[in-house]
């Protein structure tokens, strides 16, 4: 199995920086994909960005040039740092893996960590 620890959300005002972490621990082989979702108050959850054990990236359209995702593949842990943040990004940011154990392939969630970004 897999656990996921988020680190990082809080409060910052519009224009402000933020920097989310999430390390995967646990009995599994390797992990593929991981990336970042967010989901604000009566909307969906999104995807933000993803990347993969090579680094390729892939990001929300809306988001390039804000965010950017970044991995550490020895700590297993992904990074998002968050720029020129604004209300809109408000939500609940979310982990997400892609890993691989004796339970074969699965994906996993993190419990969420707020961010608010205040006007």
């Known amino acids: 199995q897999v656990q996921l620890v988020e680190s990082g959300g809080g409060l910052v005002q519009a224009g402000g920086s933020l920097r989310l972490s999430c390390a995967a621990s646990?009995?599994?082989?390797?992990?593929?994909?991981m990336g970042w979702y967010r989901q604000a108050p009566g909307k969906q959850r999104e995807l933000v960005a993803d990347?993969?054990?090579?680094?390729?990236?892939n990001y929300a359209d809306s988001l390039k040039g804000r965010f950017t995702i970044s991995r550490d593949n020895a700590k297993n842990t992904v990074y998002l740092q968050m720029n020129s943040l604004e209300p809109e990004d408000t939500a609940v940011y979310y982990c997400?893996?892609?890993?691989?154990?004796?339970?074969?392939?699965?994906?996993?969630w993190g419990p969420g960590t707020q961010v608010t970004v205040s006007s």
């Open positions: 997400n893996v892609d890993a691989v154990g004796n339970f074969g392939g699965r994906n996993y």
């Open positions: 646990g009995r599994f082989f390797r992990i593929n994909t």
């Open positions: 990347i993969t054990s090579g680094h390729s990236t």
